[in-house]
């Protein structure tokens, strides 16, 4: 055998363990992302109104919706959709109301929920409920409703 022949083959013994032992290190457990904190839905408050019908009580949040600003987009048998832009705001945005009445044996179940959209009606657009944060002025709202 050459000397070439003979340094390359013991250079190929030698390296051969440690490429193998290079390869054969132990699996690594893969990183899972962190998973987010479970946040729970918001619980929406509402307030009962006896007394009056769904009929009268749908007709008094559009007036005061409307005297507000704020369109009627949607209206069924139980629920009302307002919508307005935000004047202030430093990109497009647009605030959304959703009411739902709902018969209870007490009377009606009056709830809402309060969206913040940015960017509204474009590939952009963001909602975000913001209901938590207005419930105290929807509290107050409420009770206008109430016939008293």
């Known amino acids: 055998m050459s000397v070439v022949r003979t340094i390359l083959l013991s250079a190929r013994l030698l390296l051969a363990p440690l490429l ?3 390869c054969s290190t132990a699996p690594v457990a893969p990183v899972s992302p962190p998973k987010p904190a479970a946040t729970p839905a918001p619980q929406v408050q509402g307030m009962v109104i006896s007394g009056r ?3 009268a009580i749908m ?3 559009i007036r005061f919706r409307q005297s507000k600003g704020m369109q009627l987009k949607v209206r069924t048998a ?3 959709e307002f ?3 935000v004047p202030k705001a430093n990109i497009p945005t647009e605030a959304r109301m959703h009411y739902t009445l709902t018969q ?3 009377g009606w179940l009056l709830a809402a929920r309060v969206y913040q959209i940015s960017y509204p009606s474009t590939k ?3 909602v975000e409920e913001i209901t938590a944060h207005v419930q105290d002025k929807l509290n107050e709202e409420f009770a206008r409703y109430t016939g008293k």
């Open 20 to 22: 193998l032992a290079a």
């Open 53 to 55: 019908s769904s009929k």
């Open 124 to 126: 952009n657009e963001k």
């Open 59 to 61: 007709e008094d949040i």
């Open 83 to 85: 919508s307005a832009k």
């Open 78 to 80: 139980n629920e009302l």
């Open 104 to 106: 209870t044996q007490q």
